[in-house]
């Protein structure tokens, strides 16, 4: 199947291998067997992938955080305990 957008040959692919143009919303009406519940499955799984790169940084910047937290309480009750000696 060709790509709408770009003319990239892309076989049996339903996204672009060069844009990433979504080509089975572009004629659904040609494409009868992929039903909704598949079209949705195919987005779960681009969503998905998208979500899984965006957690990681996520998920990386929030242990960063927790641990300098914790870093820092741990400072601040040593001083604390060594002060109030
Ligand atoms: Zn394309």
Sequence with gaps: MKCPRCKTENGNRTICAKCGY???RADVM?????TKGQQAVEDTKIVG???G???K???MIVVLIVTS???VAGM???VSMLGGG
């Design 22 to 24: 979504y080509m089975y």
């Design 30 to 34: 040609n494409r009868k067997q992929m």
């Design 49 to 51: 992938k998208k979500v």
């Design 53 to 55: 790169k965006v957690l």
């Design 57 to 59: 940084v996520v998920w």
């Design 69 to 71: 937290f914790w870093l």
């Design 76 to 78: 601040v009750w040593l």
